[in-house]
């Protein structure tokens, strides 16, 4: 077991965030001149592959950033990225950043009614779509006035689409990036909310310097010789993007892109393709992939250095599974879209306990706070929050700038120099900290992170519905699935046809992960005296049911 080097590290880190940063010279600009230095290597599930260097891509991002600025885009303006792995992706996010435009990466699973919800309140002027989403982005267009152009990318062809290929090729491969401060925005990331529509959270240039020490860390001192990284979390979500994508290029290292559906044998079969040594996998797709492969190593040539997860607990059944059969010891982490990668373990560095969300990553201040914001004794719940201020005296870097167009939800955040995540824990006397639950409503599938507002405001849209209330269902391999309790408008009789129609009508609108997996038919929804539905009642009914004793 490696010496316990927590407290060490933590006192020796110190932040050195500069007053200009700009993600795009990070992450591709400053490697651009090493031309055999390779970024990307990509694939899909179709057997199309393909390479690139940071000098590939630094030059599309130029021809791109110059075909933007001739549409009209500027410092502050929102570029809308509808769009899966692939190179288009990377580059869109490079072109903008360095032109001091703000991206709004969403999942190319959106529906409709969530993209337009999303593109409206952002006020994005230009969307990105490929062949996937463009036909959710159709329907939409005429209601957002402040989207002036829609680019296709990978033959993504309509009427109202401009050409990307097209736009890019009559663009000069030089440009001269603006300057952009640390604090500058540069991307908003919706995250989901309970009591209202998704909040976008207004993310700056110097959050991936915050994301750093967690990133490092939890692939056990990364970069070494021979890493190469693949993860097949979604680069619109901050999983994906900040946990993965960037952090990868910023330290001049590649990465694997995969444009396809998860499944186990293919994971496995890109890791020994590529060789690929440090990954980020969600607890359900690692437990798919030990169903599926209790030795792996038997099958496939894989030498996997580093596993950090995320989204939920892995548990100790597939802890063990990693260090026997993978010989990986698995880090799990913490943190969400406002302040991501502050909890987690480098078993390398210091123990990781099975179970445990981990420890503070050096350069966080992290504790479990009560309602008034004071540190709660160790073993006591508590909400867990960040402060302000890290460790060495200066500001943390890692944090949001605001809620987009949302004061009030930015202030509720804070308590003091506290920003909560709503996530309820316990830390132990060795700075462990323990998972409880969710302080609010919203809840976690397969890695995704569900609002139940969203949801069930597009169920009561369904005819037959009158009201209805999304809760978690304890699932053994998601960690939860989606459960909407329904009551049904009067004179609709309960039926298998109702069920299904239901279902069919969120899975038109919004993400396949949002679609309720299980339906129950009731006559009333727990109200509370003031209206609201008491989804606690619900939540706690199901999960005595899911445990046999309700």
């Known amino acids: 077991m490696a010496r316990d080097q927590h407290a060490q590290l933590h006192a020796n880190h110190r932040w050195e965030v500069p007053v200009e940063f700009n993600i795009a010279h990070a992450c591709c600009g400053r490697w651009a001149d090493d031309r ?9 599930e179709g057997g199309a592959t393909s390479a690139h260097s940071f000098f590939d891509l630094a030059r599309e991002a130029n021809r791109l950033s110059n075909a933007l600025v001739r549409l009209g885009i500027r410092r502050g303006d929102r570029v809308a990225l509808i769009l899966p792995q692939r190179r288009e992706t990377i580059v869109a996010h490079l072109a ?3 032109l001091g435009a703000v991206t709004v990466p969403l999942s190319f699973l959106f529906g409709p009614d969530a993209l337009e919800y999303r593109l409206a309140n952002s006020g994005a002027r230009i969307a990105f779509v490929d062949p996937q989403s463009m036909d959710n982005l159709a329907p939409i267009r005429a209601k957002l006035p402040t989207l002036t152009h829609a680019i296709g990318v990978a033959g993504a062809r309509a009427a109202d689409l401009l050409d990307y290929d097209t736009l890019v090729g009559d663009a000069s491969p030089r440009f001269a990036p603006v300057t952009t401060r640390a604090d500058d925005p540069a991307l908003i990331v919706y995250t989901s909310g309970t009591t209202g529509p998704p909040k976008g959270a207004l993310m700056p240039h110097r959050c991936l310097l915050g994301n750093l020490p967690g990133f490092v860390h939890s692939h056990d001192g990364y970069p070494q010789p021979r890493d190469l990284f693949w993860s097949p979390a979604d680069w619109a979500w901050t999983g994906g993007l900040m946990d993965a994508l960037l952090p990868a290029l910023y330290f001049g290292q590649p990465i694997v892109g995969y ?3 998860f499944d186990p044998e293919r994971a496995f079969r890109l890791i020994e393709r590529y060789q690929v040594r440090n990954t980020f996998l969600f607890p359900t797709a690692l ?5 599926a492969y209790p030795k792996p190593r038997e099958v496939f040539d894989i030498d996997l250095r580093s596993i950090m997860s995320a989204g939920e607990a892995v548990g100790t059944t597939v802890f063990a599974w990693a260090r026997e059969a993978l010989g990986v010891t698995i880090n799990e982490m913490f943190g969400q879209t406002e302040m991501n990668y502050i909890v987690g373990n480098c078993d390398s560095q210091w123990p990781a306990k099975p179970g445990s969300m981990g420890r ?3 350069g966080h201040r992290v504790a479990v706070i009560d309602d008034a914001g004071n540190e709660v004794p160790r073993g006591e719940p ?9 460790p060495d005296g200066t500001p943390d870097p890692v944090f949001f700038l605001e809620y987009l167009h949302d004061p009030a939800a930015t202030q509720r955040k804070y308590t003091g120099q506290w920003c909560r995540t709503g996530d309820v824990a316990t830390m132990d006397a060795d700075g462990y900290l323990w998972y409880q639950g969710r302080a609010d409503d919203v809840f976690k599938v397969a890695g995704y992170r569900i609002g139940p507002s969203e949801i069930e405001n597009c169920i009561v849209k369904h005819p037959a519905v009158a009201n209805c ?4 269902s304890p699932d053994a391999t998601r960690g939860n699935v989606v459960k909407a309790f329904v009551v049904l408008a009067p004179g609709v009789t309960p039926s298998r046809e109702i069920e299904e129609d239901i279902r069919r009508h969120v899975r038109n609108f919004l993400a396949p992960y949002e679609t309720p997996k299980e339906i129950e038919f009731i006559d009333a929804l727990p109200m509370t005296t003031t209206g609201k539905v008491q989804r606690k009642l619900l939540r706690d009914r199901e999960a005595a049911r899911k445990r046999g004793d309700g």
């Open 287 to 291: 437990k798919l992939m030990m169903k």
């Open 382 to 390: 508590g909400d867990v929050a960040l402060n302000r201020i890290a």
């Open 96 to 98: 903008t950043y360095q």
């Open 469 to 472: 209330a999304v809760v978690p």
């Open 360 to 362: 503070p990553y050096p």
């Open 259 to 261: 444009r396809g559906r």
């Open 36 to 44: 055999a230095r390779f970024a990307l290597y990509w694939e899909d």
